[in-house]
């Protein structure tokens, strides 16, 4: 059934179409009349109880004849409002007037309800008593703003039921009346208010209070009289002495004194090394596999205690350490100090004692482009320090078999060289990842990550001594690096010694083995010794000489490390990257000759620092770990 028949009642349709300004309706159409008729025989004349379709009504232009739906609550044009189209019917019907008209029209359409009913006008002519409190754009009180004109030049205002006073467009600065000013006016003075509050008081109080004086400015005494003690972050610390900050050259006493350029004393207690908590140092978390190492080295091995640098080894619970049974410390500079060329000093206390083997404790330096731990930032850069293409760069130091002094000049007369080659060797073509610059040619500079120890501390059951060394790539026949009197000496006979390792398939060694002072270790007298090195970067003239116990032990000229024919490789440099430091405590059977005295080793075992110390000539000085000739930084965080 038709949902209209359910109330015995007929609607239309379908509204009739419009042709030439008329009204055809369609011959499936329901005649106004038969929905009259039908109407009254079910209502007896009720208006109310026409169901109208929901959310609409049908409306009729009177005018036209069209029938047309609206929602009752959506604006119409003025001329078929309601009112208006009853007007129109009672001024052209001849059969109806009135009350009759009316009622007539209500049982035959659905009009929308005229809210003069409910005695609310919400047309937009009406004035409402409190229009001036919300009316978005007021021009003045005399001529207010007729919205209808925003419809343009077009629009037909007179139809629109507004009174016919002046109307003005709406302008930018319309907005701006009494009420808007004194709005902003007294937001600007609470603004005002609280500035005064919370800034210009406190000043003005701390200038009465004399906060402000000469000398406060420069000490930051505060307004109780309090001086503050400011973080000791420059390169040169506040509590290194005076009379230190310049130094005789221990290569050459009698030239210009070197310049200090960089000091830690270590006196402030308990700093942390965790990533992020110091400007220069910083611990690492890792296993040192390189080697083989027994201990995981974490930053909580590694702090400051009466005055020193404590690094801290000590058994653990492999279960909550990394499957190790001992934990320590490694604390490096990589990144954040470098310097190239100068002298560098730190005071040591070595670990445990001068006669029970074991202990791995070391004080070194290594070029930037390299972190020391991590294999593969080494793998192609360490141990190198070389500027030529030729087969020293290549893999094992060969080409197709050859030289054949590289496949039989090792150890047992192997393969010299386990090497994978320079990876940013002068040989670096055009394109390619390298860190540069460039020589005159245009070919890159050899790049690497050197090392140059201060020590590696070493026992016997007899006595304590020192390695100090520096480690090259690539290797001379056999390891045999120069070491004749004329390129090397060796200050004290009685205490040093050419060590009688030089090197193996990964490096070579140019290093000799100096007797520490017996008393000063962990469990001696508890002294500090001095340990160092003074070094001149590059070729010809370079030179590293090594300081032990506070007096020069060895000197090592460049032309130690010249070219070797038989092998058919240039002569590699005394470092000339930018070198960072690293201290450190570990454990390795490969360092001990697979001897290590578990049964009389005393854990914890501490290595203890008393102050690292940089110096440079004056004319030269060159720090900072991305220098214009040896730049790093973009490569590292390319």
């Given at each position: 059934m038709h949902p209209a028949l359910h109330h015995g009642i007929q609607y239309p349709t379908q509204a009739g179409s419009i042709r030439n300004g008329r009204s055809h309706l369609k011959s499936h159409s329901v005649s106004a009349v038969n929905l009259a008729q039908s109407s009254n025989s079910t209502t007896q004349g009720s208006e109310a109880s026409i169901p109208r379709r929901k959310g609409a009504a049908h409306r009729k232009n009177l005018t036209t004849g069209v029938l047309m739906d609206h929602s009752p609550y959506t604006a119409v044009d003025r001329s078929i409002s309601p009112h208006s189209s009853l007007e129109r019917l009672s001024r052209t019907s001849s059969s109806s007037s009135g009350h009759n008209a009316s009622s007539h029209l209500g049982h035959v359409y659905t009009l929308s309800a005229d809210p003069r009913d409910w005695g609310t006008d919400l047309y937009l002519d009406a004035q409402e008593a409190d229009d001036h409190i919300h009316n978005p754009s007021p021009v003045n009180e005399k001529h207010p703003l007729d919205p209808l004109a925003l419809h343009g030049k077009g629009f037909n205002s007179s139809s629109s039921g507004f009174s016919k006073g002046k109307q003005r467009s709406c302008r930018p600065w319309d907005i701006m009346n009494r009420r808007g000013l004194a709005n902003v006016g007294g937001m600007a003075l609470l603004l005002l208010a609280i500035l005064g509050l919370f800034a210009v008081y406190p000043v003005v109080i701390a200038i009465r209070n004399g906060a402000f004086g000469r000398s406060s400015i420069v000490r930051g005494v505060n307004g109780t009289g309090q001086v503050p003690v400011l973080g000791n972050w420059g390169l040169i610390d506040q509590d290194t002495p005076q009379e230190v900050r310049t130094i005789a050259s221990?290569?050459?006493?009698?030239?210009?004194?070197?310049?200090?350029?960089?000091?830690?004393?270590?006196?402030?207690?308990?700093?942390?090394?965790?990533?992020?908590?110091?400007?220069?140092?910083?611990?690492?978390?890792?296993?040192?596999?390189?080697?083989?190492?027994?201990?995981?080295?974490?930053?909580?091995?590694?702090?400051?205690?009466?005055?020193?640098?404590?690094?801290?080894?000590?058994?653990?619970?492999?279960?909550?350490?990394?499957?190790?049974?001992?934990?320590?410390?490694?604390?490096?500079?990589?990144?954040?100090?470098?310097?190239?060329?100068?002298?560098?000093?730190?005071?040591?206390?070595?670990?445990?004692?001068?006669?029970?083997?074991?202990?791995?404790?070391?004080?070194w330096t290594m070029g930037n482009l390299g972190r020391a731990g991590y294999g593969a930032t080494l793998d192609g850069t360490w141990p190198y320090s070389y500027d030529s293409c030729d087969v020293g760069t290549l893999p094992n130091q060969t080409l197709n078999g050859f030289p054949e002094a590289a496949t039989n000049s090792g150890f047992n007369e192997g393969p010299l060289s386990f090497l994978p080659g320079q990876r940013l060797s002068r040989c670096t073509c055009p394109g390619e990842s390298h860190p540069g610059p460039t020589h005159d040619d245009g070919t890159f500079v050899g790049r690497s990550a050197p090392e140059i120890d201060i020590i590696e501390a070493q026992t016997?059951?007899?006595?304590?001594?020192?390695?100090?060394?520096?480690?090259?790539?690539?290797?001379?026949?056999?390891?045999?690096?120069?070491?004749?009197?004329?390129?090397?000496?060796?200050?004290?006979?009685?205490?040093?010694?050419?060590?009688?390792?030089?090197?193996?398939?990964?490096?070579?060694?140019?290093?000799?083995?100096?007797?520490?002072?017996?008393?000063?270790?962990?469990?001696?007298?508890?002294?500090?010794?001095?340990?160092?090195?003074?070094?001149?970067?590059g070729f010809n003239d370079a030179y590293i000489t090594w300081i032990s116990d506070g007096a020069p032990s060895w000197t090592l000229l460049s032309g130690a490390m010249g070219p070797d024919e038989r092998v058919n490789i240039s002569a590699r440099s005394v470092s000339q990257e930018p070198m960072y430091i690293i201290m450190n405590l570990g454990m390795s059977f490969g360092f001990t000759n697979n001897v290590i005295d578990f049964d009389h080793l005393q854990f914890p075992a501490t290595m203890l620092v008393d102050y690292i110390r940089v110096y440079q000539e004056p004319d030269a000085l060159n720090i900072g770990c991305d220098p214009e000739g040896f730049p790093t930084a973009d490569y590292i965080n390319a």
């Open positions: 221990y290569h050459n006493p009698d030239g210009p004194r070197l310049q200090l350029v960089f000091s830690d004393e270590f006196n402030q207690d308990g700093r942390s090394f965790y990533p992020g908590d110091d400007p220069y140092f910083e611990a690492e978390n890792l296993h040192y596999w390189g080697t083989n190492d027994l201990e995981w080295y974490d930053p909580s091995a590694v702090t400051t205690r009466n005055g020193s640098l404590a690094i801290t080894m000590s058994q653990a619970d492999p279960e909550l350490n990394y499957n190790l049974s001992y934990k320590s410390g490694m604390l490096t500079s990589w990144n954040k100090f470098c310097f190239t060329g100068g002298l560098i000093q730190a005071s040591v206390m070595l670990p445990g004692a001068h006669n029970v083997i074991g202990l791995w404790p070391a004080v016997t059951r007899r006595e304590g001594s020192v390695s100090q060394s520096g480690q090259w790539g690539p290797f001379d026949f056999g390891y045999e690096w120069k070491n004749t009197s004329d390129v090397v000496t060796i200050y004290d006979a009685d205490v040093s010694k050419l060590n009688t390792y030089r090197g193996a398939v990964y490096q070579e060694a140019a290093s000799v083995v100096t007797q520490t002072n017996q008393d000063c270790y962990e469990l001696g007298t508890g002294c500090f010794s001095v340990y160092g090195f003074e070094y001149k970067p």
